[in-house]
């Protein structure tokens, strides 16, 4: 058995190969890249880890769009922000699709859940969902309350376990994005549906990691039953799917028992389940609703920026300071900022800006992939080829960032003589017909989180033993990236803001 399995995964690997060579002949050139070797082309190149540096470094060379081959996989990589422009919002129309993942997608099912959606239809419609809910920043503002109330209880648990900054925030955004999508209020321990939603987000990265499945290289394999010795991650695939429905099920359940209760809270399931007048109309409810949180729709990725926040006040303490002295000049310290204070401070927003810009959360972005043969700049790109947006690059781009290895949300303010630099949130929420529909929102808990926790905290570097403990300063690899794990002191500015923090009591059931 396996000898002919081996010999037709090579014809398989030789014909795709082949067919890319020729296909690239006929067509045209295609964009510059580093050579790579017959048939398997730069998978020995290609790096394991935080591969946006690689991709910088290799633009240096190569220039702002570069292509590789992986296996007779076209992927070009664009390290310019105006090429971006040029490519994925200018010719939108064919630069909208996603990859296509046959365990993650085909077997499991996420291909009809938030970014994998193809470009489409359904994907339309789904987008149409989200713009009801968070589409604007009118529409974000109606959501304002909901918004100061989570960042309130987040400064309360603070207060209470100041060592488990990640889990804090983790469940801040579950709570947040739960009760939009289902009107669904969080426990505080062991919560199930956050239970069910983290056990089928793992299995999703797992799926998506480059390497994990060889049928992604060769997907005749997935005709291959599972009986066959190694093929035991088809059973493994079963297990992810249902874990995935049980994720939607069981919020989208409860939503509809409230409903029929009378008892549930305005959202996003409430308000459109009534419309559902068949199956079909439902489900794409269902998944839509589900990708509010488990999709990122501005859950994962501002935990990472809220995070990347913290340790950046406590290894910039002039910025931290300077934070809080607009906070109680513009403010006070009666009361905590909110929303409707955003235009009132300046710095402290420009800080969120370098949070942002300096720790991008989605380092490489999401990939586009080409619906058609395209020609750019005199190059050839086939269809199907992968697009990546070096997006880590784009944000620290010389030409566009002075001194962009450095900390300085004075980048974002204009004064005599100086314009402010550009709006990393231009860059940081995607391109063309995919830009996050969630981030309006994600901006405003941002601001939020980290305006609150400015006004009641000081933020430092720990002593331990009379040393100080200092961080990493670096990410992790992956999608979406998270400082690695760092310590860090947490403690009340004052016993007035102590009391600010403690009044959010009150709001507990």
């Known amino acids: 058995m396996w000898p002919a399995l081996i010999t037709l995964v090579l014809s398989c690997t030789v014909f795709l190969s082949l067919k890319s060579f020729l296909d690239e002949k006929r067509r045209g050139r295609l964009p510059p890249g580093p050579?790579?070797?017959?048939?398997i082309g730069n998978?020995?190149?290609f790096p394991t880890t935080q591969q946006w540096k690689t991709f910088a470094q290799w633009g240096e060379k190569w220039g702002p769009l570069m292509s590789i081959s992986l296996l007779g996989r076209r992927m070009v990589i664009i390290n310019s922000a105006k090429v971006a422009v040029e490519m994925l919002d200018k010719k939108s129309t064919i630069y909208s699709n996603r990859p296509k993942f046959i365990v993650a997608g085909e077997m499991v099912g996420w291909e009809t859940i938030g970014s994998m959606i193809q470009y489409g239809p359904?994907?339309?419609?789904?987008?149409?969902?989200?713009?009801?809910l968070m589409g604007s920043r009118e529409k974000v503002n109606g959501l304002k309350s909901q918004v100061e109330l989570a960042s309130r209880k987040f400064l309360l648990r603070l207060l209470r376990k100041p060592e488990d900054l990640p889990a804090q925030l983790r469940l801040m955004a579950a709570s947040t994005m739960l009760m939009l999508a289902y009107g669904y209020t969080v426990q505080e321990n062991e919560d199930p549906i956050v239970k069910a939603v983290e056990i089928a987000m793992g299995e999703a990265t797992r799926a998506l990691s480059p390497g994990a499945f060889l049928v992604e290289v060769f997907p005749i394999l997935k005709h291959v039953p599972e009986w066959v010795p190694g093929f035991a991650w088809k059973k493994e695939a079963k297990v992810m799917k249902r874990n995935l429905q049980n994720m939607c099920d069981m919020p989208f359940e409860f939503a509809k028992k409230q409903m029929a209760a009378g008892t549930d809270i305005p959202n996003l399931?409430?308000?459109n389940l009534p419309s559902c007048t068949d199956p079909e109309r439902e489900q794409l409810l269902k998944d839509a609703a589900s990708a509010i949180y488990a999709g990122k729709c501005g859950s994962d990725t501002t935990v990472s920026s809220i995070t990347s926040f913290f340790?950046?006040?406590?290894?910039?303490?002039e910025v931290q300071r300077r934070a809080q002295e607009e906070i109680d000049t513009i403010i006070g310290t009666d009361r905590l900022p909110t929303l409707a204070d955003r235009d009132s401070l300046p710095y402290v927003s420009a800080v969120c800006s370098e949070v942002m810009r300096m720790f991008v959360t989605v380092p490489t972005g999401f990939p586009h992939v080409l619906s058609e043969d395209d020609v750019h700049d005199g190059h050839y790109l086939p269809k199907d080829t992968f697009i990546i947006a070096n997006i880590w690059q784009f944000c620290?781009?010389?030409?566009?960032?002075?001194d962009p290895f450095?900390?300085?949300?004075?980048?974002?303010?204009s004064s005599e003589g100086k314009v402010a630099e550009p709006d990393p949130r231009k860059l940081i929420f995607g391109f063309g017909r995919r830009v996050c529909p969630g981030a309006d929102f994600a901006d405003a808990v941002i601001f939020e989180t980290c305006a609150v926790s400015l006004a009641v905290y000081n933020v430092s570097k720990p002593i331990k033993d009379g040393v100080t403990v200092e961080p990493s300063m670096e990410m992790t690899s992956g999608v979406i990236v998270h400082p690695e794990p760092f310590e860090v002191s947490i403690k009340p500015r004052s016993a007035k803001a102590e009391a600010l923090i403690r009044s959010a009591e009150e709001l507990e059931d």
């Not at 340790?311 to 303490?317: D, E, T, W």
């Not at 450095?406 to 303010?413: E, G, I």
């Open 35 to 39: 050579r790579g070797w017959p048939l």
């Open 43 to 45: 998978v020995l190149d």
């Open 122 to 132: 359904r994907y339309r419609d789904t987008r149409r969902l989200y713009s009801q």
């Open 269 to 271: 399931t409430s308000r």
């Open 311 to 317: 340790l950046a006040m406590m290894c910039y303490p």
């Open 396 to 402: 620290r781009d010389s030409a566009t960032y002075a």
């Open 406 to 413: 450095v900390f300085n949300p004075d980048r974002f303010l």
